[in-house]
């Protein structure tokens, strides 16, 4: 049986790779939240269950500048694993705590021709459980709500690793800069019961005009052509090739250098993109107010091009 491996999940980084809604895996039309799952998330302490890349101190500092939907506590991810079930369901029982915790899950399908494909997906999702009863085991039973995913992009070195071997250092968007500015999205949202799908076209008329004046920063990694079959790297591209036919003011960045100005807080228009298992997801973000001014969803396409750069600049001048 032919078996082919889709470890093209997440590529370079995104705003567009958030969902706020009910989402399921492979499910590109998510439902929007329950008002009843908001009111009860709103009841309880969301638990961050975050990689030891950073300190929990680095974690809160930009955490608590964004995040006031709910008090929250973090936990590093291997100590809330390694707990016996009996210590980490009395710490942190779901009667109490919402969860927001990183994950990497691998999934297998078979296709019509017979072949088995391989997806990965790296993501931070925020789930909470309402209580329902304790069945004759005395375990507690819940029903549970997912209320909001976040995706995350591996660079190459990561791409060609082992599922088993995820390291969230080796993610390109996944850095305080970035999680400030991706939490922020969420807890706006989900306090305005708001909805958001990474695989929705649309932009904002209004305010992509602010384009017209104002920087658009753009990560260098946009550079990076990646071979999808291959999981391997090709010819960099260069600024003159990718954006000839983007006409307003901008400015390519390292990913560090991004990521400094996102945890700044300051307000500055960022261009996003991601690949989930086939899909190229385009976005370009206020990192301020969290707005998505332009999201772009293109299937069977590995690659930023410049006709993607064409697609925005013409929306700016609409």
Do not use: H
């Not at 470890?7 to 590109?28: K, P």
């Not at 993109?273 to 973000?285: A, F, M, P, R, T």
């Amino acid at each position: 049986m032919k078996k082919v491996l889709l470890f093209l999940c997440l590529s370079v980084s995104a705003y567009s790779q958030i969902v706020v809604g009910e989402y399921r895996m492979f499910d590109e039309s998510p439902d929007k939240n329950k008002p009843e799952a908001i009111t009860l998330l709103k009841t309880k302490k969301t638990l961050f269950i975050l990689p030891s890349s950073f300190s929990q101190e680095e974690y809160a500092a930009v955490i608590a500048q964004v995040w006031d939907i709910t008090p929250f506590e973090i936990v590093e991810v291997n100590t809330f694993k390694e707990m016996p079930d009996e210590q980490r369901n009395a710490k942190y029982s779901a009667k109490n705590y919402a969860f927001f915790k990183l994950s990497s899950m691998k999934y297998t399908r078979t296709t019509k021709s017979g072949a088995t494909v391989d997806y990965l997906f790296n993501t931070l999702d925020l789930s909470v459980f309402e209580y329902k009863k304790t069945d004759k085991k005395g375990k507690d039973v819940f029903d549970g709500y997912k209320l909001a995913t976040i995706f995350f992009s591996p660079n190459i070195d990561q791409r060609q690793k082992e599922v088993a071997a995820v390291n969230p250092r080796l993610f390109l968007n996944f850095d305080l800069g970035y999680l400030r500015t991706y939490l922020k999205i969420v807890n706006d949202k989900l306090k305005s019961n708001g909805f958001t799908n990474c695989y929705d076209d649309f932009y904002n008329k209004v305010s992509l005009k602010n384009l017209k004046t104002n920087k658009l920063y753009i990560p260098e990694s946009i550079g990076i052509k990646y071979n999808a079959f291959s999981r391997t790297e090709g010819k960099k591209r260069e600024e003159s090739e990718l954006l000839e036919d983007y006409k307003f003011p901008y400015e390519i960045v390292t990913e560090e250098k991004l990521n400094e100005l996102l945890t700044s807080g300051q307000e500055i228009y960022f261009l996003n993109y991601v690949q989930v298992n086939g899909n190229k997801l385009i976005s370009v973000i206020n990192s301020k107010t969290g707005e998505i001014l332009y999201n772009s969803k293109t299937g069977l396409s590995y690659n930023i091009k410049d006709g993607d750069f064409k697609s925005i600049s013409k929306k700016i001048d609409d």
